[in-house]
């Protein structure tokens, strides 16, 4: 699926904000510096700093009395040679969260325009930030989706694309992460899908009306009012959310848009062009009158003039009709036609539209575990070591190649000359994949680790640095090796036998090669 089709459309939320103690999850404030006197109140909710989550981009002030705290900082990555930048959110392995990403430009680099780039959800590109005609009309932006939590951090990262400007960076104002019930959304393979918010509407509310967020909606959702020319009617009888698999807030039940008796009640929302694709929708539906037997209607729907769901029986006590995967493109008309007899017509609560996305391709667990090891044994990892270290393809790793097969697998490691100190990690080993380790002139220290797993390594490039102790006996072992270098070290003792029995060209010392076989060998 080409990226146009995985654009999440923008929702957008007004520059001014009224929101008990916070969801379950995470509330990022970015940019807003390491002090916890920098955490604000945003209604009843706390955003914190996000230092702590991410280790690159600077951070930059905007200066707007009128905004609510979290947009007047913001992060932004100007380090134009990384290939993204990411945050890493501690989460529960296996948990489903909902991950909202905020935008308030602001003019923070003094131009005119935010920039466009990408954003990515555990190493899936999940859409195209471009905040610019919200910006324009005095508005932030916000992106949602709902993916699964495949290990123990949860990775959001913003990467430059050919849309970047030369003079801009990708920033970002908040980052927000909602612990969902294993109920919401259940109808989706989340170990193949993400949703992507499209829109969430509280219907026969007018805009200017308040966006039901936390905490009538214990998730932090956002459902934005709507209102059309249809009549409106104020419902009697109260919800109870937990009878919804998808725990709709019970303020979304106050209010629906309705007709008259024995008309088709015709909706258009959302009120945006909706890319080719797969949706998931959910309709939410209450009778509106004093609970009694009588006190209910049936009635089918329709989306777009394709049967969505018939005879449809609503009471006093609300309903919930979806469909998990559901082809939209364009324009989208919601249509409830009375069943024969009902005295009443039609009656609609609130509905919510979510893309499907696919997920790609997945990086071996092992080598995501190992790679991070390698990581936390240098003292200087590149900037851009954070996230999947393979994909997306094009954002893996600095100095890291990787092959995309069944699963990414990292094929390549060459760091040369990058200043790097520290030491080599042991698990380097786990990256059985490996090819080539080239990790030459730079200052590591300590031993050179067993490697004898490495069955595909070919070349090991370890030349000018501090390395010290003897040469590892698992080299002899690696029956694909040709091409050692070890020169410019500490290293001691003589050249293992399992080594000088092979074929293998090794250089030790300065300048100096020592060959197990005769040239003409070779």
């Not at 600095?398 to 990690?425: E, M, P, Q, Y």
Request: net charge negative; charged share 20%.
């Amino acid at each position: 699926m080409s990226l146009c089709l995985l654009l999440l459309w923008m929702i957008t939320i007004p520059l001014q904000a009224n929101s008990q103690p916070n969801p379950r999850g995470y509330l990022l404030n970015c940019g807003a510096g390491a002090s916890s006197n920098n955490d604000v109140i945003v209604g009843n909710l706390k955003y914190v700093t996000d230092e702590g989550y991410i280790s690159v981009g600077k951070t930059s002030n905007i200066k707007n009395n009128d905004l609510v705290p979290i947009l007047t900082t913001l992060r932004y990555f100007p380090d134009k040679s990384a290939r993204k930048y990411c945050y890493e959110i501690p989460v529960i392995k296996g948990g489903k969260y909902l991950v909202r990403t905020t935008y308030y430009y602001g003019g923070f680099d003094d131009g005119k325009e935010p920039p466009i780039f990408d954003q990515i959800v555990e190493g899936t590109k999940w859409s195209v930030v471009n905040t610019t005609e919200d910006y324009a009309n005095g508005l932030s932006s916000y992106y949602e989706t709902v993916v699964l939590a495949k290990g123990k951090t949860l990775s959001v990262c913003l990467a430059r694309n050919n849309m970047t400007g030369t003079d801009s960076s990708p920033f970002i104002s908040a980052l927000e992460l909602e612990y969902l019930d294993d109920s919401v959304y259940n109808s989706t393979d989340f170990n193949k899908y993400a949703l992507s918010t499209v829109a969430r509407g509280n219907f026969g509310i007018t805009d200017d009306g308040d966006v039901v967020g936390f905490p009538d909606d214990k998730f932090n959702r956002l459902w934005q009012p709507f209102k059309d020319n249809n009549p409106v009617s104020t419902n009697k009888a109260n919800v109870t959310p937990s009878d919804f698999w998808n725990v709709p807030p019970e303020k979304l039940f106050e209010t629906s848009v309705t007709t008259s008796r024995g008309k088709e009640l015709q909706i258009q929302w959302p009120p945006v062009l909706l890319p080719s694709a797969a949706y998931y929708i959910a309709l939410y539906f209450q009778d509106n009158r004093n609970p009694s037997p009588f006190s209910w209607r049936v009635f089918n729907v329709s989306v777009n003039g394709k049967p969505f769901s018939s005879n449809v029986n609503v009471t006093t006590k609300g309903l919930t009709v979806y469909a998990a995967k559901w082809p939209l493109s364009g324009n989208t008309e919601i249509v409830l036609t009375p069943g024969a007899g009902m005295p009443v017509g039609p009656v609609i609560s609130a509905a919510e539209i979510m893309q499907i996305f696919p997920l790609g391709l997945e990086t071996l667990n092992r080598d995501v575990t190992a790679m991070h090891e390698v990581k936390r044994s240098f003292d200087n990892p590149p900037p851009d070591w954070s996230g999947d270290p393979c994909l997306p393809e094009g954002n893996g790793w600095t100095g890291v190649t990787c092959s995309h097969d069944k699963f990414a697998r990292v094929i390549c490691l060459n760091l040369t000359n990058v200043g790097l100190s520290g030491s080599i990690a042991p698990s380097i080993a786990n990256l059985t994949a490996l090819h080539n380790i080239w990790l030459g002139n730079n200052k590591l220290a300590g031993e050179i680790p067993e490697m004898g797993a490495l069955k595909e390594l070919e070349t090991l490039h370890l030349e000018n640095n501090q390395l010290e102790g003897k040469i590892p006996e698992s080299l002899g072992q690696l029956p694909k090796l040709r091409e050692i270098y070890l020169q410019n070290n500490k290293l001691k003792g003589d050249v293992p036998k399992t080594l000088q029995d092979k074929k293998i060209k090794i250089q030790m010392k300065y300048q100096e090669e020592i060959r197990s076989q005769s040239p003409a060998e070779m």
